[in-house]
């Protein structure tokens, strides 16, 4: 499917929407974060207002409007949002005619939850490593989860959300923050593994003129405002994948041979890269590793018949 991601902030959703195999433009109002998201997946992105965009000619949508509001974790109603202190863009976010649409956002301190599923993010990993609550609305097929959803998991292990906040201190109770889980302040790779990605070799390059401290609090909020690439791709893998027309590079296709490539890899496959992946891998890293093995493994295979 061709799916416009809209408040695509750093990408993280569109990035787990891409693994599953679909085509994907982002549309973030934020320069910021949509420097950021460049660096991300295929790093399709646009600098717009994600509500004034064309999206007829999309199959689905995916929007995450601005959440900061709503959130328990905001207790003081602090934003820097160039959306937050606008109109609700919720509503505006459910009435999208789109047949496939998924509406995400937090559970609301003020009490209106009821529009949409309540999900967890330990509920989309055989190991979990993050306890993040989220609502999903609109019109999609139930994604594949590993256990049924709950508020939390006392009976397991799991790292509480990951926020937005999370390089200054947080607004929320310590208990409920991550620092509380490590005992400590985290690192901003830690933070960007529990939210399921390995942060891009470009968002370490602080842009001229932007001090290094501000620059650090922009790459924080931008992990901790994000959903957690995992879920995204759940929901993704519930519709087929995608395919493209590729050729080898600097080689002209003959007639209509062109080789029709799956964007997708299985469950199954992203699985086994999130448990192999550390907080300083590349997932890229990790699949290569993957695909050489298997290719040492065919070709001995080969030799011995």
């Not at 499917?1 to 973030?28: P, S, T, Y």
């Not at 607004?171 to 991550?178: E, N, V």
């Not at 300083?280 to 298997?294: F, K, M, N, T, W």
Request: with cysteine.
């Amino acid at each position: 499917m061709k799916i416009a991601v809209l408040f695509d902030g750093a990408g993280l959703a569109r990035l787990g929407l891409e693994q599953a195999g679909h085509e994907c433009v982002g549309f973030e109002i934020d320069p910021w974060k949509h420097h950021l998201s460049k660096f991300v997946g295929s790093g399709n992105t646009v600098l717009a207002d994600a509500t004034k965009v064309d999206l007829s000619g999309f199959d689905a949508v995916w929007a995450s409007p601005p959440c900061q509001k709503r959130s328990m974790a905001n207790q003081h109603d602090v934003s820097n949002e160039k959306y937050a202190q606008a109109d609700d863009f919720l509503e505006y976010s459910l009435n999208l005619p789109h047949e496939v649409l998924w509406v995400e956002n937090v559970i609301e301190k003020g009490g209106w939850n009821d529009w949409g599923s309540h999900y967890n993010a330990a509920q989309f990993l055989r190991t979990p490593i993050q306890c993040r609550n989220r609502i999903i609305g609109g019109r999609y097929k139930e994604p594949n989860i590993f256990r049924p959803y709950q508020y939390t998991y006392p009976k397991l292990d799991i790292c509480p959300a990951i926020m937005a906040s999370q390089g200054q201190g947080g607004y929320a109770p310590l208990f409920k923050r991550a620092e509380g889980y490590y005992g400590r302040k985290m690192t901003l790779e830690e933070c960007a593994y529990h939210q399921g990605f390995t942060v891009p070799t470009g968002w370490y390059r602080v842009p001229d003129g932007v001090p290094s401290s501000e620059w650090n609090q922009i790459l924080f909020e931008a992990v901790g405002n994000g959903v957690p690439v995992y879920m995204a791709r759940a929901f993704g893998e519930a519709y087929p994948a995608s395919t493209i027309l590729v050729t080898k590079k600097g080689r002209k296709p003959k007639g209509y041979e062109r080789r029709k490539v799956s964007l997708a890899l299985t469950h199954e496959v992203w699985e086994l890269i999130d448990d192999l992946v550390s907080p300083d891998q590349a997932q890229s890293d990790v699949l290569r590793e993957l695909i050489l093995e298997g290719m040492k493994r065919k070709k001995l295979k080969r030799a011995a018949i």
